[in-house]
């Protein structure tokens, strides 16, 4: 058995054990009594906590977002554009930490969370040129030629942003971004196991000289987010998390009338055709299929083989993830790190035992010992002979398992594809890119990627059926913070 635990904690880490909420420009002592430990998945390590803010701390927050609103949206768009950038700036500063402490929260490997800072700031930077569509008139006449409307885009209001444990930094700046660029102040609320690495992402907005109010940072449990979203404060949701708590975030969105945008859990499929090269597959085929651990939504966790070629690839799928390391995610070169709870470890294992339980045969991994006396760590795991109906198949797993099914025709595959309530990601492999492209439009999904996944921030990331509702970068982005007015009035 290997241990973690001799690890030393890095001294770059700024925060551990805290007691302050950010609202109005500073740090304040919260007033609620709980508490939320931070632990490290690959050690079991507890080695930190957050307060659980209480209602009046929300309160506090929300009331300051408000006041912050009137001045932040009067700026004009090139102005809050510069704060942007200089935003962004601060992020790169703090990179080193932002990447150890999103490590230290939730397992995923340095190589992934390396690459945070650094993102997070070119979409802050992808928002800040958008300056310009903020600023240029939208003049459309009247059929009749008697007068025309002007069209304007008023910031929404005060948001909430509630981010997901997975990718703490990102998908946290791909709300704050747009919402600070339409001219919206926010309340964040960080997910319960990552609670600290967003802290990063505050000093930074502090640094680049960000109006007091105009960000806003809580934490606190599952049920500190309901009363977020239901504060009356608030104009505007944005989450990102489970298809359950969106569904419920759905509803009492609904019931307010309040505008949302859900990004929400995803079972993407690698549609692999007969003319695919294997080689240029192996070598995206973590990246696509299990990018950070398993943990992330749009991946292919599917993949869809032609008969003729399965053996052969899922020989090479299982000599690939077996081959990748897995082990100590603060070292450069491990591939698959801990799950990031062990309530998610469990979740994954009973995945894996549903997957034997109904006849699927796991050619890598399975419900065997992770070879770690410490740690919420999953071998894994390949499944071959997996049929539609099987649990693996359908429901999302959130961990580093992949299932292999067959297909005998290509409109069997699409409709493979197809035979899922979401609609996310997805990927197609061949060799002739136009035959790719065309058959993209017959995928049910948000996004297809030809021969690798990534996402664009300049193209909308946006999910069908389960999978949620609104989208996420590019301008449809940043018109999910903004709302319409139309003026009308004479021509002379």
């Given at each position: ?98 990447s ?112 007091a ?30 298809t ?87 070292q ?9 709870t ?28 992770s ?14 002979d ?24 290509l ?42 996944f ?31 007015q ?7």
């Open positions: 058995m290997t241990s973690l635990l001799s690890i030393p904690l890095t001294a770059n880490l700024p925060y551990r054990h805290i007691d302050d909420v950010f609202i109005d420009g500073q740090w304040q002592v919260a007033t609620g009594t709980g508490r939320t430990l931070v632990t490290n998945p690959a050690t079991e390590e507890v080695w930190g906590s957050v307060p659980q803010a209480s209602v009046a701390d929300l309160d506090q927050a929300v009331a300051a977002a408000r006041r912050a609103f009137g001045g932040w949206r009067d700026l004009a768009p090139t102005a809050r554009a510069g704060f942007l950038l200089r935003l962004a700036d601060e992020v790169e500063k703090r990179a080193e930490a932002i150890h402490t999103n490590t230290w929260e939730n397992g995923s490997p340095v190589a992934e969370s390396g690459r945070a800072a650094g993102n997070a700031a070119s979409i802050f930077r992808y928002f800040a040129s958008l300056a310009g569509l903020l600023e240029t008139a939208d003049i459309r006449p009247f059929p009749d030629g008697s007068g025309e409307t002007v069209v304007r885009q008023d910031p929404i209001g005060v948001c909430a942003l509630i981010a997901p444990w997975n990718f703490p930094i990102n998908l946290v700046v791909a709300k704050l971004a747009p919402a600070l660029m339409a001219g919206c102040t926010v309340v964040i609320k960080p997910a319960s196991p990552t609670p600290l690495s967003v802290r990063l992402i505050i000093d930074a907005a502090r640094a680049a000289g960000l109006p109010g105009v960000v806003n940072l809580v934490t606190g449990p599952g049920s500190f987010g309901d009363a977020l979203v239901r504060h009356p404060g608030i104009d505007k949701v944005a989450f990102t998390g489970s359950p708590v969106g569904r419920s975030i759905a509803g009492t969105c609904g019931q307010l009338l309040r505008p949302v945008t859900l990004e929400l859990g995803g079972k993407s499929s690698a549609l692999v055709l007969p003319d695919a090269d294997l080689d240029s597959l192996s070598k995206v085929l973590i990246r696509t299929c299990l990018r950070n651990t398993g943990q992330t939504c749009y991946i292919s966790t599917r993949i869809l083989a032609p008969v003729e070629r399965y053996a052969e690839l899922v020989d090479m799928v299982t000599a690939t993830i077996a081959a990748a390391k897995q082990g100590d995610p603060m450069p070169d491990t591939v698959f790190g801990p799950a990031a062990r309530a998610q470890e469990q979740t994954v294992r009973e995945y894996i035992r549903s997957g034997v339980a109904e006849g699927a045969r796991a050619t890598t991994g399975g419900d065997v010992a070879g770690f006396d410490q740690g919420f760590f999953v071998k894994p795991t390949v499944f071959a997996v049929t539609p109906g099987m649990r693996i198949a359908r429901e999302e797993i959130f961990g580093p398992v992949l299932s292999i099914l067959r297909y005998n025709s409109d069997e595959g699409v409709a493979l594809a197809n035979n899922t309530s979401f609609g996310l990601g997805g990927t197609i492999f061949s060799e002739d890119p136009d035959r790719a492209f065309a058959l993209a439009g017959r995928l049910d999904t948000g996004s297809v990627g030809l021969g690798f990534a996402s664009n921030h300049a193209a909308p990331f946006a999910g069908r059926h389960d999978s949620g509702l609104g989208a996420e970068f590019g301008p449809e982005g940043l018109k999910a913070y903004l709302v319409p139309s003026v009308h009035r004479r021509i002379r």
